[in-house]
Nanobody, 124 residues
Framework: QVQLEESGGGLVQAGDSLSLTCAASGESFWLYNMGWFRQAPGKEREFVAAVGWSSVSKLYADSVSGRASISRDNTKNTVTLQMDSLKPEDTAVYYC?????????????????WGQGTQVTVSS
């Protein structure tokens, strides 16, 4: 079992930057590939970024490519999503997920564990 807790959300203005952190506890964190997803009201959960256990492999959604950076620290059991040049359409609840897989995953259905989410609101 892995427990995940997100932090760092809040209300920001368009063009601002934000750093989200996911803290993991439980089983060996380094065994899992990690991802960030988001869900806006009335929409399905959407892939944002993922990172492999060794940080070599990283995936990004087209919607955030060039504006987002995902990283992990296996010594601290954390995953960080840095987002720059935020837009109002980035407004959503952001979730951290853990998946036991060979490669980073962009499909939410494949994830084994989820955090409770943190709200990010970008005002125009």
């Amino acid at each position: 079992q892995v427990q995940l807790e997100e932090s760092g959300g809040g209300l920001v203005q368009a063009g601002d930057s934000l750093s989200l952190t996911c803290a993991a506890s439980g089983e060996s964190f380094w065994l899992y590939n990690m991802g960030w997803f988001r869900q806006a009201p009335g929409k399905e959960r959407e892939f944002v970024a993922a990172v492999g256990w060794s940080s070599v492999s990283k995936l990004y959604a087209d919607s955030v490519s060039g504006r987002a950076s995902i990283s992990r620290d296996n010594t601290k059991n954390t995953v960080t999503l840095q987002m720059d040049s935020l837009k109002p359409e980035d407004t959503a609840v952001y979730y951290c997920g853990a998946v036991s897989s060979q490669f980073p995953e962009s499909e939410a259905s494949k994830y084994d564990y989820w955090g409770q989410g943190t709200q990010v609101t970008v005002s125009s």
